[in-house]
């Protein structure tokens, strides 16, 4: 029996999304947008050598077709990307009026989102009045912190200080459907950040806020303040079943790695794993090994688009492609006969863009442990399909399998 996996390079966009002109980093629409491009071209130039230098190099990507579906997504030839394609590779359009975390990778699961997600203004206050006061007698806290638009570094060392002399937790949005709350893991306690976050998420579901995001940190004043890996995400549960549920209503076991349990709300998912997306290449490298026939294991790398990405660092951007690429070949030599591998994106963050924002863009499918070829501009919900296809399960979402 076959088993599959689906893996997410968050952010990892290839330019040319149609209706790019559509969605906006501030008052700068997202037409041009090409994150991986911008980045190779930037290497070639030179202007990437922080921590590494010359060329981007990621053969394996290049291989299964990267450079191909960035040429077919956007008309851009990539420098340095010379590899005839030898996997199954073409190039994604997201129809769902998005271009965050769970838009992408609801629409890749086979459901594009039916309703517009709500948002904050940037302002100061960023929140209404009347949810501010909901939250603080809902959540049992006397008050809050921040009520902005913010980078999640940039306000705990504005205010981690007085959050640890208050007891307020802090708490911002972006350009994302997000509410994200940041408190101290010892001060305040991690459990009762994840118990207030917990709380407060159906009020701000009601509205539309697609996530609920518990940012911990540790720390002190004087030697500063540190986001810790226990961030926990309470997001909207899909409204109808996805690729998770398909599956695992076939009786298959199905293995959610990195945040994908915390985007679909444990959706269909039976066993998950968490780290660094060095940890999780672990993680994922352990299931090619021992994962049972007929299972599908959906991961998600995010630390292009939250560690480089929103930070518009070209270079490090390019150090993260470089590891996985290498990580990658890895892989590839543990697939075993009648394994289907799925990379792909959920959005584009291009770190040259202006802004902290994600990017409206393409993304790319990259397939093997099938017959190579071009699969030309397909669908997000395309992927969910062909994967179904795959595990013999039945799809119940718009999408066509291209297998």
């Known amino acids: 029996m076959s088993r599959a996996f689906l893996v997410v390079m968050d952010s990892v966009g290839i330019g040319g999304a149609p209706d790019a002109d559509q969605f906006f980093n501030g008052d700068l629409p997202d037409t041009g947008a090409n994150t991986l491009a911008h980045i190779a071209q930037a290497c070639a130039a030179g202007k990437a050598d922080a921590g590494r230098s010359g060329a981007l190099t990621v053969p394996n990507l290049d291989r299964l077709g990267l450079g191909a579906a960035v040429q077919l997504a956007s008309d851009v030839t990539l420098p340095g990307f010379t590899q005839n394609p030898t996997g199954l590779w073409g190039a994604a359009t997201e129809r769902s009026q998005g271009k965050d975390t769970p838009s992408g990778h609801w629409e890749l699961a086979g459901l594009p989102v039916p309703w517009e997600w709500g948002y904050f203004p940037d302002t100061r206050p960023s929140f209404p009045e009347d949810l501010v006061q909901m939250i603080c007698a809902t959540g049992a806290v006397d008050g809050i912190l921040g009520n902005c638009h913010a980078s999640g570094t940039d306000i705990i060392a504005e205010l981690g200080a007085l959050h640890v002399q208050s ?24 459990a009762r950040l994840l118990q207030f976050c917990e709380i407060i998420a159906p009020i701000l579901h009601e509205q539309k806020i697609g996530r609920v995001i518990a940012r911990p940190f540790v720390g002190d004043e004087e030697q500063g303040f540190t986001r810790t890996v226990n961030r926990k995400d309470f997001a909207i549960m899909p409204p109808k079943p996805v690729l998770t549920n398909w599956v695992q209503d076939a009786g298959r076991h199905v293995y959610g790695v990195g945040k994908i349990g915390d985007i679909f709300s444990m959706q269909g998912i039976d066993e998950v794993r968490k780290g660094t997306d060095q940890v999780l290449m672990g993680h994922l490298n352990d299931l090619v090994e021992t994962a049972e026939d007929g299972s599908l294991t959906f991961a998600n790398f995010v630390e292009f688009d939250s560690l480089y990405g929103h930070r518009r660092d070209i270079s490090g951007y390019a150090r993260a492609l470089e590891w996985f690429d290498q990580e990658l070949g890895k892989l590839l030599l543990k697939l075993r006969e009648g394994d289907l591998l799925v990379l792909t994106a959920d959005h584009g963050n291009d770190p040259s863009w202006s802004g902290t924002d994600h990017t409206r863009e393409r993304v790319p499918v990259l397939c093997t442990g099938v017959t190579g070829g071009q699969l030309g501009q397909i669908d997000f919900a395309d992927v969910a399909a062909s994967v ?13 399998s291209f297998l």
């Open 388 to 400: 179904a296809k795959h595990l013999g399960v039945a799809a119940q979402g718009p999408g066509r």
């Open 167 to 190: 007891g307020f937790p802090i708490c911002y949005t972006s350009a994302d459907s997000v509410f994200q709350v940041a408190a101290h893991e010892h001060s305040f306690g991690l």
